[in-house]
């Protein structure tokens, strides 16, 4: 498996894969492009003897710039499990450290357990923030993507 930073060209094949694996993750295409230009530096690619099979799109905070923000994370179904997100996960988390931030946050629908668990799994801790509500157990930030799009807010310091 290669994990390499994405190129320009990368962004309509990741537009494919986004709509092929089929989880809740679908972006506008261009934000998919924005993402592969303005910020390459700490957005990845895994790949299988060519083929692309996870992706990981993050930015450093203008705002905050000690921290690093991972937007959208997707690792091929059949690939699962086997240590693909995990690696892209390590490779984001080093380019934010080269870059020097000192966290990395995420959201996640509360409704994702797979992901919670993954981000958990990675080190994130979840963060109590704004108002919460409990969805299927899960504390969630109410709104914060849009009304009723709560949401779990995720953060580790590197
Ligand atoms: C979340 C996702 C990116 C994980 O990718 P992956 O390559 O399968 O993850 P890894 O194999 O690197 O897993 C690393 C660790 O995360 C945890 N983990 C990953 N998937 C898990 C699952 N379905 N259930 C429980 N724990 C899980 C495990 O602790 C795992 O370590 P282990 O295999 O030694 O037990 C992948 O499931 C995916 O693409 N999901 C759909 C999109 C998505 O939810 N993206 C995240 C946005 S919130």
Redesign the pocket.
Known sequence: MLVRNVFESDFLGIVDKSKE?G???IEREAIYHVMCVHFRGTCFVAEDQGKMI?Y?LGFRSQASPDQAY?H??????S???????????SQFQQAAIAMGCKKVT????PQ???????????GLKQEASGNLIEVEGVPATKDYNGPGKHMVLWSKEI
């Open positions: 694996w989880d809740l993750v996870g990981l991972m959208l994370m997707q690792v091929d179904p690939y699962r499990g086997l240590g693909v997100g995990q690696r892209l996960f995420a959201v996640s629908r994702n357990k797979a992901g919670m668990a993954f981000y958990k799994s990675m």
